[in-house]
């Protein structure tokens, strides 16, 4: 299936986030559901969320998307968040800013999905991203309610191995 996305999210783009704010959502997400609309084929229309925003904020999300009757969500992309890593926080700081993905998004990109499962119209869908790592992981979002998964560091670090890993553990269920 061929999809938009949305991206408003990533952290390495400077501003790029203040458009995650309602009013500059409904702008962009109203216009694209308009044109898209317009033409002979339509195609679904994902919006990419950060994985650091407030549940308030998540309840905006959720209102905007109900509004515009745009396909889904895909939840989450990389974090400005810093919490949680062994790295020296000097060493980090050298490093500069920038979206973090892996491991240290993990919790949240599944606090993400199951707030949003919790409170989005089931038929809303969701795809879950960030922090799945491994089959299990993939497994463990699918059953908190992802319709689909997206995969980067992941796929990264464990390769195509990872996509044949997942489908194996799915049809073994």
């Not at 084929?41 to 959720?62: C, G, H, R």
């Not at 463990?140 to 194996?168: C, H, M, N, S, V």
Request: with cysteine.
């Amino acid at each position: 299936m061929d999809y938009f996305v949305v991206n408003v999210s990533s952290p390495n783009t400077p501003g790029l986030r203040a458009l995650q704010d309602k009013d500059s959502l409904m702008e962009i997400l109203g216009g694209i559901q308009q044109r898209n609309k317009s033409n002979a084929s339509t195609k679904p229309v994902f919006l990419k969320i950060a994985p650091d925003l407030t549940n308030e904020q998540l309840n905006e999300i959720i209102s905007i998307v109900d509004t515009t009757g745009i396909a889904g969500i895909i939840a989450t992309n990389t974090t400005i968040s810093r919490e949680g890593l062994i790295t020296p926080k000097e060493e980090v700081e050298n490093m500069g800013a920038g979206g973090l993905s892996g491991l240290p998004l993990e919790k949240r990109g599944m606090e993400v999905l199951k707030y949003l499962r919790a409170r989005c119209k089931p038929t809303l869908a969701i795809i879950s991203s960030g922090g799945i790592m491994t089959e299990q992981e993939a497994l463990a979002r699918l059953d908190a309610g992802a319709d689909l998964i997206q995969l980067y560091t992941g796929f990264i670090y464990e390769g195509p191995w990872l996509t044949g890993r997942i489908k194996k553990l799915l049809l073994s269920r």
